[in-house]
T-cell receptor, first 112, second 110 residues
Framework: DAGVTQSPTHLIKTRGQHVTLRCSPI?????VSWYQQVLGQGPQFIFQ???????GRGNFPDRFSARQFPNYSSELNVNALLLGDSALYLC???????????FGSGTQLSVL | EDQVTQSPEALRLQEGESSSLNCSYT??????LFWYRQDPGKGPEFLFT???AGEEKEKERLKATLTKKESFLHITAPKPEDSATYLC???????????FGTGTQLKVEL
C-alpha cells in the first residue's frame, strides 16, 4: 500500500507569492493534518481535517488555509509568502480523528 | 499550554554503546505520548505510542517507557543505521493534534 504522498517535493517561491501544496492520504484514512517544520525544530501543528471538515487549527495567521476533498486528499494554501514561511511542510493521515498519525516525506518550501 | 522538552539535543555514541533519550512533558490531560524517528529530508516515522504511566513498549533495539512526568527511549547496542533524529510528541484534548519536542539528534559511529 502506498503511504502518504505529497507534491511537489521541493518548491522555490519569492516573497509575496502564493503556494499550494498537495497531499494524498493512505487509502482508507479519512483524516489529514498539516504540520510545519522549521530546520532544527519539531513539527508544529497547522490544521486537521476529518471528513472534509476542519477539526483543529494551530497558531498560524489567516494567510494559511486548507481544505479536504471528497476523496480525502487535501491542499494547503499559503498566501503572501514571507521569508519565515521557508520550512518543510508535512502532511499526515490517520484512520479517524483520534488515531495515530502517519507522515509523508514533506514538501520543502524555500521563500527567497 | 502543553510543553515537551527533549534532552540531550544531540548525542554521539559508539556502535554497541547503550544510552537513553529523555522526553519531559507538562500537559493537562495526557491522552498519549508518541515517539517518532526522522531521517534527514524525510517525514517522521512512527515508533511507539504510550498511554499510561508504567507502560513499556519494545521494538528491536529500542524500548520506550513512560512515567507521569517523562518518557525515556532506551537504545540498546545501537548500530550506525539507528542514526536519526528522535522526536517525542504528546496528544491532549480532542482530535489528534500532536505537540512535538525539538528532538534528539543521534549519531552512532563505528
Amino acid at each position: 500500500d502506498a503511504g502518504v504522498t505529497q507534491s511537489p517535493t521541493h518548491l522555490i517561491k519569492t516573497r509575496g507569492q502564493h503556494v499550494t501544496l498537495r497531499c494524498s492520504p493512505i487509502s482508507g484514512h479519512k483524516s489529514v493534518s498539516w504540520y510545519q517544520q522549521v530546520l532544527g525544530q519539531g513539527p508544529q501543528f497547522i490544521f486537521q481535517y476529518y471528513e472534509k471538515e476542519e477539526r483543529g487549527r494551530g497558531n498560524f495567521p489567516d494567510r494559511f488555509s486548507a481544505r479536504q476533498f471528497p476523496n480525502y486528499s487535501s491542499e494547503l494554501n499559503v498566501n503572501a509568502l514571507l521569508l519565515g514561511d521557508s520550512a518543510l511542510y508535512l502532511c499526515a493521515s490517520s484512520l479517524g480523528s483520534n488515531e495515530k498519525l502517519f507522515f509523508g516525506s514533506g514538501t520543502q518550501l524555500s521563500v527567497l | 499550554e502543553d510543553q515537551v522538552t527533549q534532552s540531550p539535543e544531540a548525542l554521539r555514541l559508539q556502535e554497541g554503546e547503550s544510552s537513553s533519550l529523555n522526553c519531559s512533558y507538562t500537559v493537562s490531560g495526557l491522552r498519549g505520548l508518541f515517539w517518532y524517528r526522522q531521517d534527514p529530508g524525510k517525514g517522521p516515522e512512527f515508533l511507539f505510542t504510550l498511554y499510561s504511566a508504567g507502560e513499556e513498549k519494545e521494538k528491536e533495539r529500542l524500548k520506550a517507557t513512560l512515567t507521569k512526568k517523562e518518557s525515556f527511549l532506551h537504545i540498546t547496542a545501537p548500530k550506525p543505521e539507528d542514526s536519526a533524529t528522535y522526536l517525542c510528541a504528546v496528544i491532549t484534548g480532542g482530535g489528534n493534534k500532536l505537540t512535538f519536542g525539538t528532538g534528539t539528534q543521534l549519531k552512532v559511529e563505528l
